[in-house]
């Protein structure tokens, strides 16, 4: 729970301080806020309502609290939960491997904007974010 924090403070340093807004340091920001929502996310499963966030959802969702609505109510529950956690614990993968690929494009050519590759390197988290969620959502888990 301490690291969600400090993940959370790094990344609301990064955002809300001129200085580091600047290329690499927005990518080790979205890398923190994900960490620490990852975290907080999984955390929230069990310290919030063990046990019961099925029936509190299927009161205040589905304004009733039969068997097939529990059902539906703790279905829906899951799935929500895993799809976040595959999109939030995925995303800070991809994120490190654009680090890692600036850093030697770097070390290769020194003197080149790494600007013109934030973009790129979005682009790419994104749409590896749509297909590792697209790929979750089709599969049988």
Request: with cysteine; glycine share 4%; proline share 3%.
């Amino acid at each position: 729970m301490i690291s969600g924090f400090a993940m959370a403070f790094i990344a609301y340093t990064i955002f809300f301080h001129e200085g580091l807004r600047v290329h690499p340091a927005q990518l080790v920001g979205i890398f923190s806020l994900a960490i620490s929502i990852c975290i907080f996310n999984l955390l929230s499963a069990y310290l919030i309502c063990p046990g019961n966030a099925e029936v509190l959802f299927a009161q205040t969702v589905y304004f009733d609290t039969s068997q097939e609505s529990l059902l539906r109510a703790m279905n829906t529950l899951t799935y929500s939960f895993l799809a976040n956690y595959v999109f939030m614990f995925s995303l800070p993968g991809w994120i490190e491997m654009c680090l890692i690929h600036d850093m030697v494009k770097t070390l290769t050519n020194p003197m080149a904007r790494s600007d013109a590759r934030a973009n790129y390197y979005y682009i790419f988290v994104f749409i590896m974010q749509i297909i590792a969620v697209t790929v979750y959502a089709c599969s049988d888990f």
